[in-house]
């Protein structure tokens, strides 16, 4: 029977996974060998890589059954006969209907031509989402449409069913508060002097109704509210039709593409905007990009406030697909100082969501730096609105070659938190009390610091400053645990008393400046070395000048950044921008550590990480670093590097082991006080 299947049949072939999938037939072979798996298939859209040789019984064809059952042939006589009766003008080319497929389910289908030669299968097909390689020849009996009626009728309802009018330039999934803000921010844009139309899809009927209720002055803002709304939704949108979502990360996400997905064609756009994993983008960009179809996934910056007056966004993906939504993503964009929109094509597969991610990780760094500078001031006994006016002091403050050094979006939210007082609306009372003094002391992270620092840990970048963020937020979680060690153990008071003066304040100032140059540093060497592994094409000076407005990192300090990368790209480390004010104020940085140190029990895990690596980075020879790559050599023969001489060597250690166990003087000490 195998050799009934011409090469290039299409059919539906087994796969490992016990699943049908569209393929077709490579060749067949008659030896003795191959009698179990006669037949060599491709499955549609994979390489040479997937071949694999199939048995008769994994295969669904057309063909197939009419060998294996002679009745079947006076079945497509009859069928061939029912599809004569059908007018073929009525089926133009690109019209939408169902048509059914090998595996007897029905799926979106468009007509791709006709032919009154065939009398079979005149009607030839292309899967929506699908490549020409899997376009089939099928019957009228195969397909469902109101137009396939006795002799061609057209049906009432068709008729008289109201047709979408592609107007829609973009259309937003999600109607919560991040999707309906970017929404209205690209609605308030232009493209040339037309207003952008902006169409918005939920499977909340009520939630889309609530915020176009909210927003009814805006004619160009189309909501579509209900799960039976998508398809009309997509069908409002010009091709490339280009699709934001702003949906959950992880499963919701994919399950999303692939409802959406059914409805688009061969160009159409998918952008993703959750905080994914850059892997899972490199994912769906490969597994979109088969079928057809782009992707980009684009970090958003700026929470819900910069999504409806300008974030900053981070794309990557299909490169092709930047051209089609340029004009709309730096039109919504934040805009720096010197008027360029903060947005740039960071390169392929999940470069957009890798410079979100390591965005994220700075943020975690960032806030707990400026977090343990509000506890510093706190142990010495800094009031709150003193705590706020030097803050406020900051924003202007000369710092080395540079005025409003540390003046940030950081800086802002900081001054606000320590400031702040409890209220009613916060769930407590309006009675003048810190509302920071009545918050729980846990901090939850999600999943973006965690991915960031592990894949920087993998690939051998030090990254102490974004770490020592994340960890700060995990032991704040031990809530329980930290209230059980305090009854245990009673930390000892400072031995010295904590005094704050004008030198202490300078001190911390420059430990917050450069605790903050580290993080940005660490997270800018990240991106260097994921470029470099995942070959994104990463344009790092143009990454950069994207977080200068809109993001939630933005802030002074990435103006000078920004022009030390432009000037140099290859430039080693970016604390090397800033060697006057390295050189010049280091030992104040030092100077606040010990302070802080020996005067309080202040947590500064962020503050600590931040001198060491700077201190580190700059160092010819690490002492402690060849002390290291001794012990090894001796416990484990690992070997080492000498300064003088190029190879690794063996030093012949004399054995410190015994095959039992010594008793000291030491340890017989302690087993008798426990009286083991």
């Known amino acids: 029977m195998a050799d009934q299947l011409e090469v290039g049949t299409k059919l539906q072939a087994k796969f490992s996974d016990g699943s049908f999938y569209a393929a077709e037939v490579l060749t067949t072979s008659a030896a003795k060998k191959r009698s179990k798996a006669p037949v060599k298939v491709r499955y549609s859209g994979y390489g040479e890589e997937c071949d694999a040789w199939v048995a008769l019984e994994d295969l669904k ?57 065939r009398k079979a299968d005149p009607i030839k097909i292309n899967w929506v989402g699908y490549t020409a390689a899997s376009d089939v020849w099928v019957g009228a009996d195969s397909l469902k449409s109101a137009l396939l009626k006795p002799g061609g009728e057209k049906s009432k309802a068709t008729e008289k069913k109201p047709k979408v009018e592609p107007i829609c330039d973009i259309g937003i999934i999600g109607s919560g508060v991040m999707g ?7 609605a308030d844009k232009k493209d040339g002097d037309r207003p952008f139309e902006v169409a918005m899809y939920d499977v909340s009927e009520e939630q889309v109704k609530k915020v176009m209720e909210q927003n009814s002055s805006y004619k160009n803002f189309h909501g579509f509210g209900g799960k039976d709304k998508l398809k009309e939704f997509i069908m409002a949108l010009k091709k490339p039709r280009k699709v934001i979502m702003l949906v959950p990360a992880g499963k919701i996400t994919d399950d999303v593409i692939a409802d959406v997905s059914k409805h688009l064609t061969k160009g159409d756009i998918i952008m993703d ?22 992707f980009l996934g684009m970090g958003v910056s700026g929470g819900a406030e910069g999504a409806r007056k300008g974030p900053a966004f981070f794309p990557g993906g299909t490169l092709s697909v930047w051209e089609d939504v340029k004009h709309i993503i730096e039109a919504a964009a934040a805009k720096a100082s010197d008027g360029r ?19 994220n990780a700075g943020e975690y760094a ?8 509000y506890e510093v001031m706190k142990a010495y006994g800094v009031a709150a609105d003193e705590q706020a006016k030097i803050l406020e002091s900051w924003k202007t403050r000369k710092g080395g070659r540079y005025n409003g050094f540390l003046d940030s979006y950081m800086l802002d939210i900081t001054i606000e938190v320590v400031k702040a007082r409890d209220s009613a609306v916060a769930g ?41 963020g994340l960890v700060a937020r995990q032991m704040s979680m031990l809530k329980k645990e930290r209230i059980t060690n305090a009854g ?55 990454t950069i000048a994207t977080f200068r407005a809109g993001c939630i990192l933005q802030g002074f300090l990435l103006e000078p950044m920004t022009k030390a990368f432009e000037e140099n790209p290859d430039l080693s480390n970016l604390c090397c921008a800033f060697e006057p004010e390295i050189t010049g104020n280091l030992f104040r940085f030092k100077r606040c550590i010990g302070k802080v140190a020996t005067e309080t029990n202040c947590t500064v895990p962020a503050l ?63 087993t008798s006080s426990t009286g083991k």
């Open 608 to 670: 600590l990480a931040s001198m060491d690596y700077i201190q580190t980075m700059f160092l010819t020879e690490i002492p402690s670093a060849q002390c290291v790559s001794l012990q090894r050599d001796v416990f484990g023969r690992h070997g080492f590097e000498r300064l003088d001489k190029e190879g690794r060597f063996n030093e012949n250690w004399r054995e410190l082991q015994a095959g039992e166990a010594k008793i000291t003087s030491a340890t017989s000490a302690v």
């Open 488 to 542: 245990l153990v009673k930390l000892p008071a400072p031995a010295t008393s904590a005094k704050w003066s004008k030198e202490l304040e300078e001190d911390l100032y420059w430990a917050t400046a450069f605790s903050i140059m580290a993080s940005y540093a660490q997270m800018f060497q990240c991106l260097r070395k994921m470029d470099q592994i995942f070959e994104f094409g990463l344009k790092l000076p143009a």
């Open 61 to 117: 064809s057309k063909k197939l059954s009419l060998e294996a059952k002679p009745e079947a042939k006076s079945k497509a006589k009859a069928k061939a006969k029912a599809t004569a009766t059908v007018d073929l003008s009525v089926l133009e080319k690109g019209t939408k209907l169902q048509a059914k497929s090998d595996d007897g389910k029905w799926y979106a289908a468009q007509v791709v031509a006709t032919s009154t030669k």
């Open 428 to 468: 407590g009372a309006d009675d003048g009390s810190l509302l920071v003094e009545k918050t729980m002391d846990k901090t939850d992270s999600k999943g973006t610091g965690l991915w960031s620092v592990t894949e920087a840990l993998d690939a051998g970048v030090p990254c102490p400053s974004l770490a020592a």
């Open 273 to 294: 905007v959750g905080n994914a994993n850059f892997r899972d983008q490199i994912r769906r960009a490969a597994a979109l990009e088969k079928r057809g179809l782009r």
């Open 366 to 373: 960032v806030l707990q730096i400026w977090s343990e500078v």
């Open 341 to 359: 929109p903060c947005a740039t094509m960071n390169g392929k597969g999940g470069a957009g969501s890798c410079v979100k991610m390591y965005h």
């Open 180 to 186: 309906s803000n970017l929404g209205l921010n690209i």
